[in-house]
């Protein structure tokens, strides 16, 4: 079945500094690639999603880049603000059932 | 709201006991899914539905786990003989298509189930 890395595990950043979470996947078949956003006790918030017939989509401070050659697609955040800490998710998934596999998450801290 | 639903927040039962958790969907959602998270942990995937038909389970789902989702609209996740490992976070999320990929995938707020 399928397998998500994801790194960093934490990251802190100061406020007006970018992140960057990046996320690798095992099955050649996945073609859907969402991410997450969970704040304490909420629950995981789509933030943006990519296809993989596209290598890059941008919605304002943030975007996602696909790599589906090397299998890994990544996270950025700019201009980060103390309200975008949170636990971010990656998440693949591909086949007929569309169920996603997800990271182990990333902490980003923001610190003001 | 248009959202994904749960009931209840939170639950705390007894090792042992059954418990029965509800998911209602966004409405035109055709798909129906259960997730399972633990504290430090992304949200891990049990069972889904298209339509009423549950088409696929985890082997995270054991046999004290059975789900259901009749006519396709709400569906119900009971766990029998409730035990402590079964704590977590249940996260029912719903989805249509899109160009062959999902489309709208939501979660709901989730059911904290606590056994003592």
């Known amino acids: 079945g399928e397998n998500v890395e994801q790194h960093p595990s934490t990251l802190s950043v100061q406020e007006g500094d970018s992140a960057v979470i990046k996320c690798t996947y095992s099955d050649s078949a996945s073609n859907y690639f969402p991410w997450y956003k969970q704040e304490l006790g909420k629950r995981p918030q789509l933030i943006i999603d990519i296809r993989s017939n596209v290598g890059e989509k941008k919605d304002q401070r943030i975007a996602v880049t696909l790599n589906k050659t090397a299998k890994h697609f990544s996270l950025h955040i700019t201009e980060t603000q103390p309200e975008d800490s949170a636990v971010y998710f990656c998440a693949a998934s591909g086949g007929s059932n569309y169920k996603l596999t997800f990271g182990k998450g990333t902490l980003l801290t923001v610190n003001p | 709201d248009t959202g994904v639903s749960q009931d209840p927040r939170h639950k705390i039962t007894k090792r042992g006991q059954n418990v029965t958790f509800r998911c209602d969907p966004i409405s035109e959602h055709n798909r129906l899914y259960w997730y399972r998270q633990t504290l430090g942990q992304g949200p891990e995937f049990l069972t889904y539905f298209q339509n009423e038909a549950q088409l696929e389970k985890s082997r995270l789902l054991s046999d004290r786990f059975s789900a259901e989702r009749p006519k396709g609209s709400f569906s119900t996740l009971e766990i029998q003989r409730t035990e402590q490992g079964d704590s977590a976070m249940y996260l029912c999320?719903?989805?249509?298509?899109?160009?062959?990929?999902?489309?709208?995938?939501?979660f709901g707020s989730g059911t904290r189930l606590t056994v003592v």
């Open positions: 999320a719903s989805s249509t298509w899109d160009t062959r990929t999902p489309y709208g995938y939501t």
